[in-house]
């Protein structure tokens, strides 16, 4: 059973860091893309970042290109989104998600984990 | 970039009836296209990828078309459960935009 548990949310000021898990299990992991999605309190589903099944491919938002870094450990089954100069508009809960096996659409989530970026 | 944009924002129906709801690309992405509903509270859940071909587990009711920049998600018969909201997402490239979704009510 495909299984996504993020950690790592919580609390943080304008201007601060944070760094996002996803931990991955019951599939192979350096088979597939990973992405990260956000979804604002209220708001729609916003696409944040991915990386390629082997990490040396990555993509990004204009909205946090040059903040955000996405990485992934293969011998952990663990994907990262290091996420820096954090403002309030990146307030949402952000999810993990795996890729198809013929495409970027994503047929597996994680629950998600909460940043507030507040003063 | 692609946009992608829904349409419309929201719509209310009745049990039974058959439901359509657009989304248009501002360019070209040939099938690369997927459908995703959210439930209030939940997890987006995939329901169709390639435009039209439809997950695993997910009701026949469901059906996808389209090619290009103009799709459409049916629900040929609408049910309670249904209620929920509905992303379109393009994944030809990145950026892997996803619509402004669609509010089903009842």
């Known amino acids: 059973e495909v299984q996504l548990l993020e950690s790592g949310g919580g609390l943080v000021q304008p201007g601060g860091s944070l760094r996002l898990s996803c931990a991955a299990s019951g599939f192979i992991f350096t088979s597939y893309g990973m992405s990260w999605v956000r979804q604002a309190p209220g708001k729609g589903l916003e696409w944040v970042s991915a990386?390629?099944?082997?990490?040396?491919?990555?993509y990004y938002a204009d909205s946090v290109k040059g903040r955000f870094t996405i990485s992934r450990d293969n011998s952990k089954n663990t994907l990262y989104l290091q996420m820096n100069s954090l403002r309030a508009e990146d307030t949402a809960v952000y999810y993990c998600?795996?890729?198809?096996?013929?495409?970027?659409?994503?047929?597996?989530w994680g629950q998600g984990t909460l940043v507030t970026v507040s003063s | 970039d692609i946009q992608m944009t829904q349409s419309p924002s929201s719509l209310s129906a009745s049990v039974g009836d058959r439901v359509t709801i657009t989304c248009r690309a501002s360019?070209?992405?040939?099938?690369?296209l997927a459908w995703y509903q959210q439930k209030p509270g939940k997890v987006p859940k995939l329901l169709i990828y390639?435009?039209?071909t439809l997950q695993s587990g997910v009701p026949s009711r469901f059906s996808g078309s389209g090619s290009g920049t103009d799709f459409t998600l049916t629900i040929s018969s609408l049910q309670p459960e249904d209620v929920a909201t509905y992303y379109c997402q393009k994944y030809d490239n990145a950026p892997l935009t996803f619509g402004g979704g669609t509010k089903v009510e009842i």
């Open positions: 998600a795996k890729a198809g096996d013929s495409g970027s659409w994503y047929n597996y």
């Open positions: 390639a435009a039209s």
């Open positions: 990386i390629s099944g082997d990490g040396i491919r990555t």
């Open positions: 360019q070209g992405i040939s099938n690369y």
